[in-house]
């Protein structure tokens, strides 16, 4: 912006730094989440289509089998090998490209970086939808993957930059409810399709992808960029006009001036704290500061990705990825792709509950409470897994209580890990590291989904030198959320009900074990000096002289 300055209002009333919340706060913020769609479609359709009998012939060569040969039967699937590469090789673009979103959002913004996202997607659906072999199949992959990083990590950044706090968790929950929603399309997808004995089997499912990358697209185009963006530009007359947008109120608004006063005195107080050096330094300012401080860029960063590392360590993406191979290789599920909807929709119809749970019981108690349920499913069916629901024991009632507990895994997950990880993961980080911290946690998401990826066809595989685990697969599991339930003990802070500013503060003074009872006492405002220092009133006007995208106050 070439010249000029915006008036701002400061209070010093922490409960007047923010609007009241709007029905377009909402609507804004529900469009964002649907980039979720994209993150559980994915996730969700390769399960299915990896057990197509069209696809297998297609990918191996072998015929389909007569259902009385046995033998024929077991050996009709994708190698471990194959299973692993096409199922892993999204995982790896998406860690990179989750990486290189960070910067990408800080140089064109959040929303621009999100579109581009789309139509780097639409390019590997393409080769996806045209591939009839995997030498076409993975590239595409990959390239899908790389526009997958970039949105699940931008969505979830935006969501939290926009998001009034009196809401945000239940808004970025939204997150994994798309998620949710698009895992439980792609199942319903798959098993229409499944039986068709040419290549629409596997096609059709794989094309509905672009009507995603479509709406999401042209949705952004007409929603307002994250103010905090502008306001790391020293672009302060945007980031009123956006913020006053996705808060439903006029620019003039005290609740405007107020809500942007506190975020630039934010942002003035972290640069003071944070170096501002070359490119190489901006990355590692993200590792800066003491292990043992709660509030220093480290210890953010270890939250961040060890939060993301813990969620897919509980297991549940290998029963969305692996759910039908998995249920298949028992022997005593006679409808796999049934029992994979079923988990799909069991994991859609109990994420809402977050939407409540998130904002009254609080981020870090739904996270160590849904370990513990989690930590008790994962062990009873694999204890069950290996006495009385072992093969040839012939026992339907303990295959459908196994199926139950398996419900009852996803029901804590879907309530719990599943959406708090993505709600912290958008509160931790300071405005000059937050595009970068949430690139790093997004990718640690990626990266550990990969390692599952890669690794899962070999623990439950039948083939002589696969692992073969079956039901036991569920005590690692249930020992790795063990660890999950450890972590989130020692490490997570509360952040319900407080704004992305507050966050910083309530690091800065407290630990997590005592964050719950942390309450804001002064406002970043007031003490970088943006209000009235007579005292008469609690909301006073300054003016931050904005020229060449500098500011000075």
């Known amino acids: 912006m070439g ?51 069209y696809f297998i012939t297609q990918y191996t060569g072998l015929p389909k089998p007569a259902a009385s040969d046995t033998a024929a039967v077991n050996a009709f699937h994708l190698t471990a090998q194959d299973q692993s590469l096409t199922t892993s090789i999204l995982s790896a673009g998406t860690f990179f490209g989750a990486i290189a979103a960070g910067d990408i959002a800080d140089f064109i913004g959040r929303r621009m970086t999100i579109i581009v996202g789309c139509g780097v997607f639409t390019v590997g659906c393409i080769l996806e939808t045209a591939s009839t072999s995997l030498g076409v199949m993975v590239p595409g992959r990959f390239i899908a993957g790389l526009g997958v990083g970039f949105i699940s990590a931008i969505v979830i950044l935006y969501m939290s930059e926009i998001a009034p706090r009196k809401v945000r968790g239940a808004l970025v929950s939204g997150y994994q409810f798309c998620i949710t929603i698009g895992i439980l399309i792609a199942n319903g997808a798959v098993y229409g399709t499944k039986q068709r004995n040419d290549s629409g089997s596997y096609r059709i499912p794989i094309a509905i992808q672009f009507a995603w990358a479509l709406v999401l697209a042209i949705g952004l185009v007409f929603l307002p960029e994250s103010p905090r963006y502008f306001v790391k530009k020293g672009r302060f007359e945007e980031a009123a006009k956006a913020l006053a947008s996705v808060r439903g109120q006029p620019i003039d608004s005290e609740y405007i001036q107020d809500e942007l006063a506190e975020i630039v005195a934010n942002f003035e107080y972290e640069q003071s704290v944070i170096p501002q050096t070359s490119y190489i330094g901006g990355w590692t300012n993200c590792f800066s500061g003491s292990l043992s401080d709660g509030s220093s860029n480290l210890r953010r960063s270890i939250l961040g990705i060890m939060m993301q590392m813990m969620q897919q360590l509980t297991g549940i993406n290998f029963i969305f990825y692996f759910g039908n191979v998995f249920f298949t290789s028992l022997g005593t599920i006679h409808n796999p792709f049934l029992i994979s909807i079923l988990t799909a929709l069991v994991n859609t119809v109990c994420t809402p509950v977050a939407f409540w749970a998130v904002d009254k019981i609080g981020r870090r108690s739904l996270l160590i409470w849904g370990a513990v349920g989690m930590i008790v499913s994962q062990l009873i069916v694999g204890v069950i897994g290996v006495t009385a629901g072992r093969l040839e024991k012939h026992n339907n009632s ?26 912290v993961v958008g509160e931790v980080f300071p405005i000059p590291i937050r595009s970068r911290g949430v690139g790093l946690a997004t990718s640690s998401n990626w990266f550990w989904n990969c390692i599952i990826g890669v690794i899962t066809p070999y623990l439950v595989g039948t083939e002589k030198h696969d692992a073969n685990l079956g039901a036991k697969v569920f005590f690692m599991w249930g020992g790795l959320c063990c660890i999950s339930l450890t972590f989130a003990y020692f490490l997570v802070p509360e952040t319900k009900g407080l704004s992305l500013e507050q966050v910083d503060r309530m690091l800065e003074e407290t630990s997590p074990r005592t964050s719950s009872k942390w309450v804001p006492h002064s406002t970043f405002a007031a003490d970088m000096g943006l209000v009235n220092k007579g005292g008469n009133s609690t909301s006073a006007e300054e003016t931050i002289e904005v020229s060449n995208e500098k500011s000075m106050v």
Do not use: Q
């Open 3 to 53: 010249g000029g300055g915006v008036a701002i209002h400061g209070t010093t009333d922490v409960g007047r730094i923010e609007a009241p919340v709007t029905l377009k706060a909402y609507l804004v913020c529900a469009f964002a989440a649907f980039g979720g769609i994209f993150f559980g479609y994915d996730t969700g359709w390769m399960s299915g289509v990896l057990a197509m009998p």
């Open 398 to 423: 303990a295959v459908s209580a196994m199926i139950a507990f398996i419900c009852f895994n996803i029901a804590f997950f879907s309530v719990t890990w599943g959406p708090v990880a993505w709600v």
